[in-house]
């Protein structure tokens, strides 16, 4: 059992580590986002749907401080909208017609796929791109989501709660860093 605390430990260390300049570069293009009037937009699949409700929750409600809600939507969260597309088209396009109904220039769009390769965050990154959206995406090792996003945040391991929990750790620190970069009075 320590074995897996330990691993869990030393994934989330590694990933931070190797990924510094990244994470403070993508926390101040969503504080700049959010400050001229745009929105973060979050979707994955399974694990990383929930997270991308997770931090969107975050973001609108707060995170560790009393502050205004910042601008952040879940794609994961319309059955209507998802079960529709779904149905009439592809499950591949539940995101990207999202985002192409609602993403603006200038929104960052962030897609979550522990494999890098999820077929629907895939295509919402690429339609992000195409409408001038800033692109983040979260994977495992990469996949195709780190040869088509703007910034990638690869996480060195195949263990699927190893690389969720990472990834959750990483969306709570760019919550904690965009408050600090609005709020640093709060600080």
Do not use: W
Not at 71 to 95: C, E, H, K, M, P
Not at 159 to 183: K, M, P, S, Y
């Amino acid at each position: 059992m320590l074995d897996i605390l330990k691993d869990s430990i030393s994934v989330k260390d590694i990933s931070i580590k190797n990924n510094l300049d990244k994470i403070i570069d993508a926390s101040q293009r969503i504080a700049k986002c959010i400050t001229s009037n745009h929105k973060v937009l979050l979707f994955g699949n399974g694990g990383s749907a929930a997270d991308s409700q997770h931090l969107a929750a975050e973001f609108v409600n707060r995170f560790k401080i009393e502050r205004p809600p910042l601008a952040a939507i879940a794609l994961t969260t319309d059955t209507s909208i998802l079960t529709s597309i779904g149905n009439d088209y592809s499950f591949d396009d539940v995101f990207s017609k999202q985002i192409l109904a609602i993403g603006n220039k200038d929104d960052i769009a962030i897609g979550i796929s522990t494999s890098g390769n999820s077929k629907n965050v895939v295509k919402a990154i690429y339609a992000a791109k195409e409408k001038g959206l800033y692109t983040i995406g979260f994977t495992g090792k990469g996949g195709e989501i780190a040869k088509c996003a703007d910034i990638v945040f690869t996480v060195d391991s195949t263990v699927t709660a190893r690389i969720q929990e990472t990834h959750i750790t990483l969306g709570h620190i760019f919550c904690d860093l965009v408050d600090r970069i609005l709020f640093p009075s709060s600080f």
